[in-house]
Structures are given as C-alpha cells and as structure tokens.
C-alpha cells in the first residue's frame, strides 16, 4: 500500500511512495552493519569534516528544505527555516567538541581492583529505533 505525503494545509497529497519490501530493508540493514565496521574505527577529525559538510549543506539549502517542511509539516516557513538553521547548528556543536565529549573519564581502580580505569565511549552500532 502507497504511502502518501499529505499537506496539512489543504489535504492534496503531495507524493506518494512505495514501501520497501522486506527484502529491501534487509539490504539496507546488511549495508548499514557492513558501512559501520569501518565507520567505529573513523577518526574524530574526519567525522567532524563529515558533520561540518553537512552543517553547509543545510545551510546552503536552508530555504529548499524549509520549504518541504513547510509543505509535509505545516510549520510556517520562518519556523522551518529556523528549524534548520538549529540543525546546522548542531551538527557544528558536535563536529567541534566531540573528542572532548567522548575523551577518557578517569575512574576510581581501586573500586574494579584495577592500577588504572577509565570509561571509554565507543561506538557499538549504526542508530535504529
């Protein structure tokens, strides 16, 4: 069964997609495992290019992507224009103070029997709800 795009405002469906099959979402899930092999093992600096590119995309297309927001969403044009605009923001947050984020939290090694103990955040897999 098709799903439909539907603008708030006036009911007229915008588009219509087709649903992946269940082979297809398999494929996606297989290629995402696949991708997040190598992606754990990225550096800070790289991912901070990858989100800071992606903080230009936004902004560079902050009027056409509000725009589609506006029509499947019915937020205002402002309030989505904002929306994205915040997004690029946060996407330059996390590119700047990731490794900071995420460095070695000294822990206390006598309470694990340890000489030394840290936490360490590591990547464990791609995001799925």
């Known amino acids: 069964m098709p799903i439909a795009t539907i603008n708030p405002a006036t009911g007229e469906t915008v ?5 992946a099959t269940r082979e297809e ?3 996606a899930i297989a290629r995402a495992d696949e991708r997040f092999a ?3 093992h990225t550096s800070y600096a790289q991912r901070a290019q990858w989100a800071n590119a992606t903080a230009d995309l936004l ?5 056409e992507t509000a725009a589609v927001m506006t029509l499947e969403m019915g937020k205002t044009l402002t309030s989505a224009r904002a929306e994205v605009l915040k997004c690029a923001k946060g996407f330059r947050y996390y ?3 990731t490794e900071a984020l995420l460095a070695d939290e000294p822990a206390d090694a006598a309470k694990v029997g340890a000489a030394k103990a840290y ?4 990547p464990l897999g791609w995001c799925w709800p």
Do not use: G, L, M, S
Not at 119 to 122: A, E, I, L, N, P
């Open 119 to 122: 936490t360490r955040y590591q």
């Open 38 to 40: 190598d992606y754990r």
């Open 59 to 63: 902004e560079a297309e902050a009027d």
């Open 95 to 97: 590119a700047e103070n």
């Open 25 to 27: 979402v398999d494929a």
């Open 15 to 19: 588009k219509t997609f087709t649903p």
